[in-house]
C-alpha cells in the first residue's frame, strides 16, 4: 500500500512564507512525476507546481516567480517552498504524485491535503 503525507502547513500573514513537504511510503518500486496541487473553496482542484523524476518544473502562471517545488528521489520526498504569499493562496494544498509498485504499473496518488491560510 502506498501512503502521501503532507506537512507544513498553516496560518501565515501576506508576504510571508511557508514550506510544504510531502513523503511517499509503501512498497514503491519507482516513482515518476510528483506535483502539487491546491483547491480554494468553491473553486476546482489545480495544478500549482509539478516536477519529473529528472527534475524538470512546471508551474502554474500565478505562482510562477514565488513559489519552487523540489523532490528528493532518495527519500522519495517533494516539497514546495512559497515565498511572497498572497491571500489568494489560501486553499487546501495537496501532494501528488505517480508511482508504480512491485505488484502494479504508474498510478496517481494523492495525500489527503494541508490547509494554507495567508490572512493578516
Known amino acids: 500500500q502506498v501512503q502521501l503525507v503532507e506537512s507544513g502547513g498553516g496560518l501565515v500573514q501576506p508576504g510571508g512564507s511557508l514550506r510544504l513537504s510531502c513523503a511517499a511510503s509503501?512498497?514503491?518500486?519507482?516513482?515518476?512525476?510528483m506535483g502539487w496541487y491546491r483547491q480554494a473553496p468553491g473553486k476546482q482542484r489545480e495544478l500549482v507546481a509539478g516536477?519529473?523524476?529528472?527534475?524538470?518544473?512546471n508551474y502554474a502562471d500565478s505562482v510562477k516567480g514565488r513559489f519552487t517545488i523540489s523532490r528528493d528521489n532518495a527519500k522519495k520526498t517533494v516539497a514546495l517552498q512559497m515565498n511572497s504569499l498572497k491571500t489568494e493562496d489560501t486553499a487546501v494544498y495537496y501532494c501528488?504524485?505517480?508511482?508504480?509498485?512491485?505488484?502494479?504499473?504508474?498510478?496517481?496518488?494523492w495525500g489527503p491535503g494541508t490547509q494554507v491560510t495567508v490572512s493578516s
Open positions: 501528488n504524485a505517480v508511482i508504480s509498485t512491485y505488484s502494479s504499473g504508474g498510478y496517481a496518488y
Open positions: 509503501g512498497s514503491i518500486f519507482s516513482i515518476n512525476d
Open positions: 516536477i519529473t523524476r529528472g527534475g524538470s518544473t
